[in-house]
């Protein structure tokens, strides 16, 4: 029988004292320098300490777990193999830097002997997430003399509390674990394992609001319910993204792009307070930029603050009114206007894609249903898709928008509603996208029957670049999610820039806008998901009411 393995026992404590502070999701990829690590987690899952997802693809289980920490705001533990496979994980590192979202990367690597002699699967691994990574450790392989019982927990608190942002931002951390061979034995009994106590957070900065004329409050991608609190605390304006979690309330302006161009409205800002990570408009941006307008931010969990212009004023982690709230006629009309304005703005645009309304007479009844087939099977917009994915999500439900150019036109026309919506928008790539979406899904579902369906609403670029997150290992649990695909054959983002005006149209076709003519039908057949295409309204209704399993909807949308 084979006796104690270094690599087995270390991984074995190492993985306990995290689970003891509060890890309760493991990724990992498989490969041989780490499997220690992966039967160890196997061993936890199987005495019921933590869920654990297998992955082949280490981008693909990077935004998977990147997914999973925005849903239980605790950190993951994402472990994989050394060489590439570490390298495969720095999209998601980015993504999670600039959003604030915890993770513990536990990257196994040679021991230093091995390393710089051109060992198989050996690269310089220190540093290879450059500042993504908050906190850094080299874990040196262990012994066959043993190591201090104290150290893995050391480590452990030390990494998961930096993760979770206990002195600073949350963020992604890294642990280089060396192991040596024989790389794994027998896993033995699991320890016992206390729940660890963690001390009460720090205080934070309160930034204290007067009321204030011309005061808005923005709400940026991850602001979450904070921004609209605000805004109704202080009668003002509320400017919130469709990812921003505060697209809700009286005070919600949804067409706040056209009205901050209007010299009446933007032009008579002059106090913005900021949630989040505003994107999606360069409204935004210009307004914060202006010398006449004084800005706050509020402190997300990103490592940057927004910060255009490097202009703000103050920088804070909450904001509260002090003071009697401004109940006068000229600051109810303020906000009254915007949102008054914001509403005919909608209105306007909803009577030039709406059918008008029937007549009235003796063939109302076949009026009717002719008027009713002939919406049935009206051909779907972008408009049209987006109000549906929308009128179909509830607050039990998870919503993921692409980094597409669906999420700008939900951005322009969808009115409020509580409900948990999510964009990576820490640097707004298409990569991970599907991944992301399956995290928040398995999160969102697991160990409770009140949990709705998980929609991601994507391009079709988005969705073949991360194509390989459709994989789902055998015996891997699998959540209700729908893959809403607006597929307009590449990227029309591009259409909409100033180098569709100057460049050259064959040109700007292979090298911007990628045609791409896929079967998707065919793809969802091979990776097991069912697929639905719903090119008219009747079609797209129909298919969003269906939420069990895992199904990919293809929307055919026109390019112009």
């Not at 409050?217 to 991850?222: C, K």
């Not at 994107?279 to 307004?287: A, C, G, K, V």
């Not at 194509?467 to 607006?486: A, D, H, K, N, Y």
């Amino acid at each position: 029988m084979a006796g104690p393995n270094p690599a087995t026992d270390f991984s074995v404590a190492l993985l306990g004292e995290f689970i003891r502070r509060g890890v309760r999701d493991i990724v990992l990829c498989p490969g041989s320098r780490s499997q220690a690590l992966a039967l160890a987690a196997a061993a936890y899952e199987e005495a019921g300490r933590v869920r654990l997802r297998v992955r082949i693809d280490e981008r693909s289980a990077g935004f998977l777990a990147l997914g999973l920490a925005v849903e239980t705001r605790t950190p993951v533990i994402l472990a994989t193999t050394s060489g590439t496979a570490v390298a495969n994980l720095h999209p998601a590192a980015l993504e999670a830097h600039h959003s604030g979202v915890p993770l513990i990367l536990l990257t196994a690597d040679r021991p230093p002997e091995l390393r710089g002699i051109g060992s198989n699967q050996t690269t310089d691994q220190l540093g290879i997430f450059g500042s993504a990574v908050g906190w850094l450790r080299e874990v040196e392989a262990p012994s066959e003399t043993g190591f201090d019982p104290d150290y893995p927990g050391e480590l452990a608190h030390e990494a998961y509390a930096a993760a979770a942002g206990h002195s600073s931002r949350p963020g992604p951390v890294q642990l280089n674990l060396a192991f040596r061979e024989p790389l794994s034995g027998p896993v033995g009994r699991l320890p016992e394992l206390k729940t660890h106590a963690w001390p009460d957070a720090p205080p934070r900065r309160v930034l204290h609001l007067e009321s204030a004329p011309g005061t808005v409050v923005i709400a940026g991608s991850g602001a979450g319910p904070e921004a609209e609190a605000l805004a109704s605390s202080l009668g003002v304006p509320l400017l919130a993204e469709v990812s921003s979690g505060s697209r809700f309330g009286p005070n919600l302006v949804v067409a706040y792009r056209e009205l901050l161009r209007d010299p009446e409205f933007g032009g008579r800002v002059r106090r913005a307070i900021v949630f989040g990570h505003p994107t999606l408009s360069r409204e935004i941006p210009q307004l914060l930029q202006r010398p006449d307008v004084e800005t706050h931010v509020i402190m997300s969990s990103a490592a940057e603050a927004y910060n255009p212009g490097r202009r703000a004023t103050s920088f804070s982690d909450a904001a509260v009114r002090v003071g009697d709230r401004d109940d006068s006629a000229s600051a109810r009309a303020w906000t009254g206007r915007w949102v008054q304005a914001s509403r005919r703005l909608l209105d306007r645009g909803l009577e030039t894609t709406e059918p008008a309304p029937a007549g009235t007479g003796a063939d109302r009844p076949g009026a009717f249903a002719r008027e009713q087939l002939a919406a049935f099977r009206e051909p779907v917009t972008r408009r049209m898709l987006v109000e549906s994915v929308w009128r179909s999500s509830w607050p039990h439900d998870r919503l993921v928008f692409g980094a597409s150019r669906l999420i700008r036109v939900a951005d322009g026309i969808l009115p409020g509603k509580r409900i948990p919506a999510h964009a990576n928008r820490g640097l707004a790539g298409i990569d991970g996208t599907i991944a992301t979406a399956i995290g928040i899904a398995l999160a969102s579902q697991a160990g409770t029957g009140t949990a709705g369906v998980t929609r991601v609403l994507l391009g079709d670029l988005a969705t073949l670049h991360d194509v390989g997150s459709l994989l789902f290992g055998t015996g891997e649990p699998r959540p209700r999610i729908q893959v809403i695909v607006g597929n307009d054959g590449g990227g029309t983002i591009f259409d909409g820039l100033e180098v569709a005006d100057t460049a050259p149209s064959t040109a700007f076709d292979r090298v911007l806008y990628t045609p791409q003519s896929v079967d998707l039908g065919k793809l969802a057949e091979a990776y097991g998901w069912g697929h639905r295409l719903a090119a008219n309204r009747g079609q797209l209704d129909e298919a969003l009411s269906v939420t069990a399993g895992q199904t990919i909807i293809e929307v055919p949308l026109p390019r112009a």
